[in-house]
């Protein structure tokens, strides 16, 4: 997979192209996808998804932008396992925000991405003031649009939104069923405080570059990224019986039966079930007494998941 960090960048062959920002990249993006991959064997064609960094709602409303899925990185690494040839992850900004709609698809979409087919959403605007809408698309001498249906599970519109819902209120399973796969979270293991460690838990202490975390609490979880998945228990927040709380939140993982040192190691942690809430404990002891009752209820529900 080819990845520009910019329209001006591609010099591209013929191509079909999708258009979104793909956060989570739900069954919903999927569908697109596979309707991409369709096209392009039809027509003989490259694929290509183009995506905007940061998303649009961030640049315009930095205060009350959802808070994110997937990092640039995790999105990446996700359309590289779907094969998609080319990826442009185009700056949103100042400029590229002020285009019109015309000049998007007569210039971005029909000469700088060389598109012969374009494939949205039902609910898909572009350019400046999101003046333009599907009939504009089609009415293009360049190439061919079409638009795909809403995606739905039992009635409700499967989107990055009910992605974030099912994962606020801790129903991992819906969010699963909603994405296809677990939710997770990938990044670097980095150095921290080493407290888990001398309350006899030591953690894996994940680095999040999203804006903020889809959900907090404290979660049955897997680790991949090492020789085998790991399971664990992992703590998402503020920690606020660790010196008052932390003003930033963090992922820590403690995995199982594991002792070694994997600083900078690349890790992707699967949510797989909510244990419950954050608390704020009276002291270290008790703290490592629901430590030690979560690490048992994490055992217990992966023997119930396997029988």
Same mark, same amino acid.
């Given at each position: 997979?080819?990845?520009?960090?910019?329209?001006?960048?591609?010099?591209?062959?013929?191509?079909?192209? =999708?258009?979104?920002?793909?956060?989570?990249?739900?069954?919903?993006?999927?569908?697109?996808?596979?309707?991409?991959?369709?096209?392009?064997?039809?027509?003989?064609?490259?694929?290509?998804?183009?995506?905007?960094?940061?998303?649009?709602?961030?640049?315009?409303?930095?205060?009350?932008?959802?808070?994110?899925?997937?990092?640039?990185?995790?999105?990446?690494?996700?359309?590289?396992?779907?094969?998609?040839?080319?990826?442009?992850?185009?700056?949103?900004?100042?400029?590229?925000?002020?285009?019109?709609?015309?000049?998007?698809?007569?210039?971005?979409l029909?000469?700088?991405?060389?598109?012969?087919?374009?494939?949205?959403?039902?609910d898909?605007?572009? %350019?400046?003031?999101?003046?333009?809408?599907?009939?504009?698309?089609? %009415?293009?001498?360049?190439?061919?649009?079409?638009?795909?249906?809403?995606?739905?599970?039992? %009635?409700?519109?499967?989107?990055?939104?009910?992605?974030?819902?099912?994962?606020?209120?801790?129903?991992?399973?819906?969010?699963?069923?909603?994405l296809?796969?677990?939710?997770s979270?990938? %990044?670097?293991?980095v150095?921290?405080?080493?407290?888990?460690r =001398?309350?006899?838990?030591?953690?894996?202490?994940?680095?999040?570059?999203?804006?903020?975390?889809?959900?907090?609490?404290?979660?049955?979880?897997?680790?991949?990224?090492?020789?085998?998945?790991?399971?664990?228990?992992?703590?998402?927040?503020?920690?606020?019986?660790?010196?008052?709380?932390?003003?930033?939140?963090?992922?820590?993982?403690?995995?199982?039966?594991?002792?070694?040192?994997?600083?900078?190691?690349?890790?992707?942690?699967?949510?797989?079930?909510?244990?419950?809430?954050?608390?704020?404990?009276?002291?270290?002891?008790?703290?490592?007494?629901?430590?030690?009752?979560?690490?048992?209820?994490?055992?217990?529900?992966?023997?119930?998941?396997?029988?």
């Amino acid at each position: 997979m080819h990845v520009f960090r910019s329209v001006s960048d591609a010099h591209l062959p013929p191509t079909a192209i =999708t258009i979104g920002n793909f956060d989570g990249l739900h069954a919903g993006h999927e569908a697109m996808l596979s309707e991409l991959k369709s096209v392009a064997r039809q027509h003989g064609l490259k694929t290509c998804v183009l995506t905007f960094e940061p998303h649009p709602r961030e640049f315009f409303t930095p205060d009350a932008a959802p808070a994110r899925l997937t990092s640039l990185r995790e999105k990446l690494e996700l359309l590289k396992s779907r094969d998609i040839d080319y990826v442009i992850v185009q700056r949103f900004n100042r400029v590229f925000s002020s285009l019109s709609a015309l000049d998007f698809r007569d210039q971005i979409l029909a000469k700088d991405l060389n598109a012969r087919h374009v494939i949205v959403g039902d609910d898909f605007c572009f %350019g400046a003031k999101r003046a333009g809408d599907f009939a504009l698309l089609q %009415g293009s001498p360049d190439f061919s649009a079409c638009s795909l249906a809403t995606v739905a599970d039992q %009635g409700t519109r499967i989107s990055s939104t009910a992605v974030r819902n099912a994962l606020a209120a801790g129903d991992m399973d819906l969010a699963m069923s909603y994405l296809g796969r677990p939710y997770s979270i990938a %990044g670097r293991v980095v150095d921290g405080d080493k407290i888990g460690r =001398t309350l006899g838990f030591p953690t894996a202490n994940i680095q999040i570059k999203h804006n903020r975390p889809p959900l907090f609490g404290i979660f049955v979880v897997e680790v991949h990224g090492l020789e085998k998945p790991y399971q664990g228990v992992a703590s998402l927040g503020f920690r606020p019986t660790i010196h008052g709380g932390d003003a930033h939140p963090k992922l820590e993982a403690h995995l199982f039966d594991f002792k070694r040192q994997i600083y900078r190691q690349h890790l992707r942690v699967d949510f797989l079930h909510k244990l419950r809430d954050e608390e704020k404990y009276i002291d270290l002891p008790t703290l490592v007494k629901q430590i030690e009752k979560d690490c048992q209820n994490a055992r217990d529900w992966f023997a119930q998941q396997s029988q």
